[in-house]
């Protein structure tokens, strides 16, 4: 059998795969897809602790369910700011918007 | 029991070499499908673990919705046959070194704690606590352990977010500008 410390080595390193996007890319919806794997390995975490340590609650399982419907709300937030931006500057490298910098 | 384990074997590698072409590939299109195949495998995953309902909600929100509207977005901003510009060469050294040092970190710190390693998984697929109507029910209860209030309050979320997409995507017209 699969033990809890191999989905965590799992789940982390999906976790720094993600940061690594976050670092290296400039591309705003390159960068809102690092998010994406990061969330999911959060979510894989509280499903493997649920699973694991109190099979008969639901709780992680909420979470997760909590946590989607979050990120799903937060993407489609993301993806209308990034396209009104588009319009404004015809461009969405995070370098490009520097508007607002002081 | 071996079978479950190569299961678990194949899916994590397909999870992670799946997530780290997302991240590296050079063409924004290939990236976004490299990370439908990455949230298709987690969903795997759940099923392995015995989560049915919540690799369901995974391939029909994330799969079907988020990345479908990455997709879109994809294709209204960007030339998607192009090539996107390197990163600088200084920031991917520094960014694989920081995640690599973050990595293994966190390896050890988990490695310290001896009582994951013993644990098991109970596959009890038959479960009452683990089926859909078990579900629903302790979502909506407003006794204990109920989810009721979360659940309203993500509803009002989703709705505020909705409203907010279409006030920040429409198009306002050019006597206004």
Not at chain 1, 78 to 96: G, M, P
Not at chain 2, 109 to 129: G, H
């Amino acid at each position: 059998m699969i033990p809890l410390n191999y989905i965590l080595f799992l789940s982390t390193a999906l976790f720094f795969i993600g940061m690594y996007g976050l670092f290296t890319r400039r591309n705003m919806i390159t960068m809102l897809m690092s998010v994406e794997l990061i969330l999911n390995s959060v979510n894989i975490n509280f499903v493997a602790f649920n699973k694991y340590l109190y099979p008969e609650k639901l709780e992680g399982l909420f979470f997760s369910l909590f946590i989607i419907a979050i990120a799903a709300a937060e993407a489609a937030v993301a993806i209308a700011i990034i396209i009104n931006l588009y319009r404004n500057i015809r461009s969405i490298d995070v370098e490009a918007a520097d508007e607002m910098k002081f | 029991m071996i079978g479950s384990e190569w299961v678990f074997y194949i899916l994590s590698a397909f999870i992670l070499v799946t997530g780290g072409l997302s991240v590296t590939t050079r063409k924004i299109f290939r990236s976004a499908i490299w990370l439908l195949f990455c949230l298709t495998g987690i969903a795997g995953l759940y099923f392995w673990l015995g989560m049915l309902f919540i690799a369901a909600v995974q391939i029909v929100v994330y799969v079907g919705g988020i990345v479908v509207l990455i997709i879109f977005s994809i294709f209204l901003t960007q030339q998607s046959g192009k090539d996107m510009p390197p990163p600088v060469r200084s920031r991917t050294i520094f960014s694989a070194l920081a995640v690599c040092v973050g990595f293994l970190l966190t390896c050890v710190l988990m490695s310290q704690y001896s009582r994951f390693k013993a644990l098991e998984p109970q596959y009890d697929y038959a479960a009452p606590d683990m089926s859909v109507s078990a579900i629903g029910t302790q979502m909506l209860s407003t006794t204990e352990h109920g989810y009721a209030l979360p659940f309203e309050v993500i509803s009002i979320l989703l709705l505020a977010a909705m409203i907010a997409c279409i006030v920040l995507a429409i198009k306002s017209k050019p006597e206004e500008k």
